[in-house]
Structure formats: C-alpha cells, structure tokens
C-alpha cells in the first residue's frame, strides 16, 4: 500500500520569502504522479503543481516548484515570493500510473504568511 | 464550463438519519471519485465510478455507505443511519480518464450529525 507522510502540521513564512514544504511517500510501484494541492479556508481543493515520476526534470509553476528525488522517494515543494493568499493548508498526493486513478494523501501542511 | 458541483454545501442530520450528497461532474467528465475529509486529517478516497459502474470502492465503508453514478443525473453518496463519526466534509472529484487529465475537485460537502 503507498502512504504519504508531511512531516510538518504547520509553517509561517514571511511575505515575500521562501518557504519549503516537506513529502516523504513510500511505494513499491515505479510509475506514478505526485501532486501538491492547496486548500484555503474556502476548502476548495486546488491543484497546484503535479510530478510525472518518469520525469526528471522538476516541475514549476511560477512561484511554486518542487525538488522530486525518487530514490529518496521525497517530493518537496518550494514556495518563492510568498503571498497572503498563499495562506492554506497544502496536501502532498500519490497517484499509481494506469491505475484507478484514486489519489493517496498526506496529512497537510498549514502555512500561514505573515504580512 | 462548470466546474465540478456538489450540493449540499452543508448538511446537517440527526442520529439514524440517512444523507444524501450529490456530485455532478464536469461536463464531459465520465469519471467520479469520492473521498471523506476528517478533521485535521487528508482526504481519504471512498470509491470510483464511472457511468453505471462501481470500479474501485476498496475505500468505502463496508456497512451503510453506498454510492451511484447512474447514466443520467449526477452521482450520489448516500449514509444511512448516520452516527457522529460520519461527521466530515466529503469531496467529489472527475475527470476524463481517456486523456489522464487532472481530477477537478468540487467544493464539498460538510456533513454534521448531531
């Protein structure tokens, strides 16, 4: 069975800083996406940046990027710039390539930036 | 184009009741996945359906729980005799598996029982 662990129920940041979140994932599998959702107070989920496993180059999207080290099965995500509206708790999630799609979270993050 | 709609936004029963929660996907979506949000925790997947079709339900509750996506209409999770510990927020997702897109979540439903 895969699981996903986010080691750091919570973070602050200072606005326009960095910050970094943590995911750890252990599978035996070996095609797989991993994803970073975030969720505001509004408890949309909101897909943030997604990880092919086959890939390995590491995904950006604007401010948001991770560090993907697969033999380490660790699935950071990097925050630059900080915003207010960057305030949310972010959900690392699995995902078995071919599968049934279903995803595998984590516990969440919650970050709070600071003004 | 709508994104992913569930109703209610919030629902409140008593003990013993039954809870209906709808999820109409996006359009074109024939995909439906369902997950239960506890507090302070992720989401848990539930089960996945396609049109008419239970694929995977290895998430679902073995008693009271069960979920429908029929050919017309939007896919449904229903509890009956709810007890406390149901009390959770509970996603929708779809997507269109054919293109291995992106699942879109809805809002949720936020179930208390009392």
């Known amino acids: 069975a895969q699981t996903v662990t986010q080691s750091q129920p919570e973070m602050s940041v200072q606005e326009a800083e960095t910050v970094t979140l943590s995911c750890t994932y252990d599978t035996s599998e070996n095609n797989y996406y991993l994803f970073w959702y975030k969720q505001p107070p509004s408890r949309q989920m909101i897909l943030v940046i997604r990880q092919e496993a086959y890939k390995q180059q590491n995904a950006t999207e604007n401010r948001f990027s991770v560090n993907f080290q697969k033999a380490a099965k660790s699935f950071s995500l990097k925050i630059s710039d900080s915003q207010l509206g960057d305030t949310a708790m972010y959900f690392c999630?699995?995902?078995?390539?071919?599968?049934?799609?279903?995803?595998?979270f984590g516990k969440g993050t919650k970050l709070t930036v600071n003004p | 184009n709508a994104g992913v709609m569930q109703n209610p936004r919030h629902l409140v029963r008593r003990r013993g009741q039954e809870a209906r929660l709808r999820c109409s996907p996006m359009?074109?979506?024939?995909?439906v996945y369902w997950y239960r949000q506890l507090p302070e925790e992720g989401l848990k997947f539930m089960v996945y359906?396609?049109?008419?079709?239970?694929?995977?339900e290895s998430g679902m509750p073995k008693e009271r729980f069960s979920a429908e996506f029929p050919k017309e209409g939007p896919s449904i999770l229903r509890i009956q005799q709810v007890v406390r510990g149901d009390s959770a927020a509970y996603f929708c997702?779809?997507?269109?598996?054919?293109?291995?897109?992106?699942?879109?979540f809805g809002q949720g439903t936020r179930l208390t029982v009392v």
């Open positions: 359009k074109g979506h024939s995909h």
């Open positions: 999630a699995f995902m078995i390539q071919g599968g049934s799609e279903k995803l595998v």
């Open positions: 997702a779809s997507s269109d598996y054919r293109e291995e897109t992106e699942a879109f």
């Open positions: 359906l396609q049109k008419e079709n239970i694929i995977d």
